[in-house]
């Protein structure tokens, strides 16, 4: 309760207070004009107890009135015992302090002037039986009730009792110069009658012309209310009759008013008598837990269309049967538009769980989980708690490339984003996503709307038939170098057999017809027989030697030939055997020889000596070796540049390795994470196709090995080749 309702609330405990108080002391006074002879001629105690018990007699009907008719009863038990036991305090109380006044007044105020002693005698008891009847109007079983009579304003008491003692002074000034013979039951009546004439214009204008105006106005403010309101406004009786039809109903169910009033309310219901019952059950229920909605009940329009009203059933007594008050709120576009909107929801949430793509929203600008589906539950490992509570922060920063969770957050209306990373799912399996990303609003609410999708098998297809398509264009070339070195080989061996063979005819003669000089020419014309310009003495000398150079070329001709031959040679589907890997760098270095003298002046070769041998195929090997020499030719900036080659053995790893190192210009970081991909070539310009890495990478992978770089700009570049030990636990 408010301030302001809390004054009103004393100021009619106050009015009712001293309306009671007047009435004790009105009701004493007429009492003690009326038999006060009686009461001399008893005695002062039988005297007493007389007037105690006519007073209390008196006092009685107001006081019942008051805690029986003007405070409604709640229909508990103990709240009527509770009246009653208050009633009989407050009378008790009557009967004492009369009898204690009539004793005690004779002897505190020993007036011969009855009418004085009269007036005394009601105002001491008026003032004594005050402080219980506080008391009683004060206690919370009272106060907690409404009382009807307090609506009534202060004023208007006092100014109908201000009118009757005025109206009644005035008339005791003129009576008795007026009417001052007559005979006594006469002068009463004139009394009264002309106190009635005096009174009757004070009344009238004092007090009744202003209740009729207040009545007039609240009528008018009410009729106001009644008409003007949206919700329908519907008063029945107990048999479910209606006496009251407002506007808005007429406009709500399509009735006119006169159709209705009389009739059953049980044509605007659609369950008919039943549900009436119901309402009216509620009713009830909802006004002793103190009012409100009671229920929703489907209604009729009179074209038969059904409504769903919000109803609040209130009892009203206002005259001697109950009345209910019926406030009906039409709620049927409201309900239907809460049933499209759960619809949609319903729809909403159907897509949302049951999408291919895995639906995360974000908190604008950071990459708080506000709600995730089932398929990012399924594609991250996470449950959507585990997600809310920071599982997704956990992938972001592991998350490759970085800067995952700087992209989502810096999502806005004008900025979408699409990114592919990889992660790890929670149980430690690496996957790759594709993110997509854009701002919008929920129901009002702005959140980042991100998709991911699980595209790992998909890209692992994509760089599994890149590596087919790099392999096949790979076989082919090999197959038409093949080819080529086929023919080469055959243009070259036949004039190199003729070479070799008649070098070693030449060889054989050369060495006979020395011998059959040095036995038929002395000696000492030797030195003055000259041939080609060279002494005949130094022709042995030098003719061995040139022979024996055309035999050495001859047979390194042989052996770049079977070097070009076993390079081209395919090996697919044959066992591989055990190899010795400083044979297989030798043989590549032989075939780079040229390149290697080209692009650089320091080039230093460095095998270790007992090696373990592999398994595999040595031309495989030989070519990812030539592929790693040949990218670190390409990729100096000068002859003074140097190369580094060399193997060894890794012990605690059980490792052939093979380490290319050179001193060039070296890769960024974005090179180097893409520098194995197929096609993907820093050479464009100078003719790279993007594949000799690749190629070499799955070489090595097919051998059980790996294939490891590092790099750093304008430093250079190191490839190492690690292969099992053949016999070892780590041989595939």
């Given at each position: 309760?408010?301030?302001?309702?809390?004054?009103?609330?004393?100021?009619?405990?106050?009015?009712?207070?001293?309306?009671?108080?007047?009435?004790?002391?009105?009701?004493?006074?007429?009492?003690?004009?009326?038999?006060?002879?009686?009461?001399?001629?008893?005695?002062?105690?039988?005297?007493?107890?007389?007037?105690?018990?006519?007073?209390?007699?008196?006092?009685?009907?107001?006081?019942?009135?008051?805690?029986?008719?003007?405070?409604?009863?709640?229909?508990?038990?103990?709240?009527?015992?509770?009246?009653?036991?208050?009633?009989?305090?407050?009378?008790?109380?009557?009967?004492?302090?009369?009898?204690?006044?009539?004793?005690?007044?004779?002897?505190?105020?020993?007036?011969?002037?009855?009418?004085?002693?009269?007036?005394?005698?009601?105002?001491?008891?008026?003032?004594?039986?005050?402080?219980?009847?506080?008391?009683?109007?004060?206690?919370?079983?009272?106060?907690?009730?409404?009382?009807?009579?307090?609506?009534?304003?202060?004023?208007?008491?006092?100014?109908?009792?201000?009118?009757?003692?005025?109206?009644?002074?005035?008339?005791?000034?003129?009576?008795?110069?007026?009417?001052?013979?007559?005979?006594?039951?006469?002068?009463?009546?004139?009394?009264?009658?002309?106190?009635?004439?005096?009174?009757?214009?004070?009344?009238?204008?004092?007090?009744?012309?202003?209740?009729?105006?207040?009545?007039?106005?609240?009528?008018?403010?009410?009729?106001?209310?009644?008409?003007?309101?949206?919700?329908?406004?519907?008063?029945?009786?107990?048999?479910?009759?209606?006496?009251?039809?407002?506007?808005?109903?007429?406009?709500?169910?399509?009735?006119?008013?006169?159709?209705?009033?009389?009739?059953?309310?049980?044509?605007?219901?659609?369950?008919?008598?039943?549900?009436?019952?119901?309402?009216?059950?509620?009713?009830?229920?909802?006004?002793?837990?103190?009012?409100?909605?009671?229920?929703?009940?489907?209604?009729?329009?009179?074209?038969?269309?059904?409504?769903?009203?919000?109803?609040?059933?209130?009892?009203?007594?206002?005259?001697?049967?109950?009345?209910?008050?019926?406030?009906?709120?039409?709620?049927?576009?409201?309900?239907?538009?809460?049933?499209?909107?759960?619809?949609?929801?319903?729809?909403?949430?159907?897509?949302?769980?049951?999408?291919?793509?895995?639906?995360?929203?974000?908190?604008?600008?950071?990459?708080?989980?506000?709600?995730?589906?089932?398929?990012?539950?399924?594609?991250?490992?996470?449950?959507?708690?585990?997600?809310?509570?920071?599982?997704?922060?956990?992938?972001?920063?592991?998350?490759?490339?970085?800067?995952?969770?700087?992209?989502?957050?810096?999502?806005?209306?004008?900025?979408?984003?699409?990114?592919?990373?990889?992660?790890?799912?929670?149980?430690?399996?690496?996957?790759?996503?594709?993110?997509?990303?854009?701002?919008?609003?929920?129901?009002?609410?702005?959140?980042?709307?991100?998709?991911?999708?699980?595209?790992?098998?998909?890209?692992?297809?994509?760089?599994?038939?890149?590596?087919?398509?790099?392999?096949?264009?790979?076989?082919?070339?090999?197959?038409?170098?093949?080819?080529?070195?086929?023919?080469?080989?055959?243009?070259?061996?036949?004039?190199?057999?003729?070479?070799?063979?008649?070098?070693?005819?030449?060889?054989?003669?050369?060495?006979?017809?020395?011998?059959?000089?040095?036995?038929?020419?002395?000696?000492?014309?030797?030195?003055?027989?000259?041939?080609?310009?060279?002494?005949?003495?130094?022709?042995?000398?030098?003719?061995?030697?040139?022979?024996?150079?055309?035999?050495?070329?001859?047979?390194?001709?042989?052996?770049?030939?079977?070097?070009?031959?076993?390079?081209?040679?395919?090996?697919?589907?044959?066992?591989?055997?055990?190899?010795?890997?400083?044979?297989?760098?030798?043989?590549?270095?032989?075939?780079?020889?040229?390149?290697i003298i080209k692009f650089t002046d320091n080039f230093t070769l460095e095998l270790a000596d007992g090696l373990p041998r592999v398994l595999g195929h040595p031309q495989q090997l030989g070519q990812v070796v030539i592929n790693l020499i040949m990218n670190a030719c390409q990729a100096l900036p000068g002859k003074k540049s140097g190369i580094w080659v060399a193997t060894g053995f890794a012990v605690a790893d059980q490792e052939v390795q093979?380490?290319?190192?050179?001193?060039?210009?070296?890769?960024?970081?974005?090179?180097?994470?893409?520098?194995?991909?197929?096609?993907?070539?820093?050479?464009?310009?100078?003719?790279?196709?993007?594949?000799?890495?690749?190629?070499?990478?799955?070489?090595?992978?097919?051998?059980?090995?790996?294939?490891?770089?590092?790099?750093?700009?304008?430093?250079?570049?190191?490839?190492?080749?690690?292969?099992?030990?053949?016999?070892?636990?780590?041989?595939?």
């Open positions: 309760m408010n301030d302001n309702a809390e004054v009103v609330g004393w100021k009619n405990y106050a009015g009712v207070f001293s309306l009671l108080l007047m009435a004790v002391f009105a009701t004493e006074l007429a009492i003690m004009q009326l038999f006060s002879q009686v009461f001399t001629r008893l005695g002062t105690i039988p005297g007493g107890l007389l007037d105690a018990f006519c007073v209390t007699l008196f006092c009685a009907g107001p006081l019942w009135f008051y805690l029986f008719r003007l405070v409604p009863d709640q229909g508990e038990g103990v709240n009527r015992r509770t009246a009653w036991r208050l009633l009989l305090k407050a009378l008790l109380s009557v009967f004492l302090i009369e009898f204690l006044v009539m004793l005690l007044l004779p002897v505190l105020y020993p007036s011969t002037d009855s009418l004085a002693s009269d007036l005394t005698d009601a105002a001491l008891t008026a003032l004594l039986y005050a402080v219980p009847l506080w008391r009683l109007l004060f206690k919370p079983e009272l106060r907690r009730r409404v009382i009807p009579m307090m609506d009534t304003p202060l004023r208007l008491y006092v100014l109908l009792l201000g009118s009757v003692f005025f109206s009644d002074l005035l008339q005791e000034l003129l009576f008795p110069y007026r009417v001052g013979s007559l005979f006594f039951t006469p002068n009463y009546v004139v009394d009264a009658f002309i106190s009635t004439l005096f009174g009757a214009p004070l009344i009238w204008l004092l007090v009744a012309r202003p209740l009729k105006l207040a009545a007039r106005s609240e009528k008018a403010r009410v009729t106001a209310v009644y008409n003007q309101v949206i919700d329908a406004i519907v008063v029945v009786d107990s048999r479910g009759m209606v006496g009251s039809f407002n506007p808005a109903a007429e406009r709500i169910f399509g009735y006119p008013a006169q159709e209705l009033l009389g009739g059953s309310v049980t044509r605007l219901l659609e369950g008919g008598a039943t549900a009436l019952q119901v309402l009216m059950k509620r009713g009830l229920e909802s006004a002793q837990r103190g009012g409100g909605p009671v229920t929703e009940l489907t209604c009729l329009r009179r074209d038969g269309l059904p409504l769903i009203m919000n109803i609040s059933l209130s009892e009203l007594h206002l005259g001697e049967k109950p009345e209910y008050l019926l406030i009906m709120r039409d709620i049927t576009s409201r309900r239907r538009m809460e049933l499209a909107l759960r619809e949609s929801e319903t729809r909403f949430r159907q897509i949302f769980q049951q999408s291919e793509d895995a639906i995360v929203f974000f908190k604008p600008g950071s990459t708080e989980v506000l709600e995730a589906n089932e398929k990012a539950v399924q594609i991250f490992g996470y449950g959507n708690e585990e997600l809310k509570e920071g599982g997704f922060a956990a992938l972001c920063r592991q998350a490759e490339p970085p800067g995952l969770a700087e992209a989502i957050a810096g999502v806005n209306t004008e900025q979408s984003v699409r990114q592919e990373f990889s992660c790890r799912r929670k149980g430690g399996d690496e996957i790759i996503v594709s993110l997509r990303g854009k701002a919008m609003a929920l129901q009002g609410i702005p959140v980042t709307y991100c998709t991911f999708r699980d595209i790992t098998e998909r890209i692992r297809m994509e760089e599994r038939t890149r590596e087919i398509h790099a392999k096949l264009i790979q076989t082919n070339k090999m197959t038409s170098l093949g080819l080529l070195v086929s023919g080469v080989a055959h243009e070259i061996n036949n004039p190199n057999n003729f070479i070799m063979a008649n070098c070693e005819l030449l060889s054989r003669i050369t060495g006979d017809t020395l011998k059959a000089l040095d036995e038929y020419l002395p000696d000492q014309g030797r030195s003055q027989i000259f041939l080609g310009g060279v002494p005949l003495a130094e022709v042995g000398e030098q003719t061995r030697r040139l022979i024996g150079g055309i035999g050495t070329g001859s047979r390194r001709v042989n052996d770049i030939v079977q070097n070009l031959k076993g390079f081209a040679r395919q090996e697919q589907g044959q066992p591989r055997r055990e190899i010795e890997v400083n044979r297989v760098v030798r043989s590549a270095l032989s075939l780079m020889n040229h390149e093979i380490t290319v190192r050179d001193q060039g210009r070296g890769m960024s970081s974005d090179d180097s994470q893409r520098i194995l991909e197929p096609f993907f070539t820093t050479k464009l310009e100078e003719g790279g196709t993007g594949l000799g890495l690749t190629i070499s990478d799955s070489i090595v992978k097919e051998h059980g090995g790996t294939l490891e770089f590092t790099s750093i700009p304008g430093e250079g570049t190191t490839f190492v080749v690690r292969l099992p030990a053949a016999g070892t636990t780590k041989e595939r």
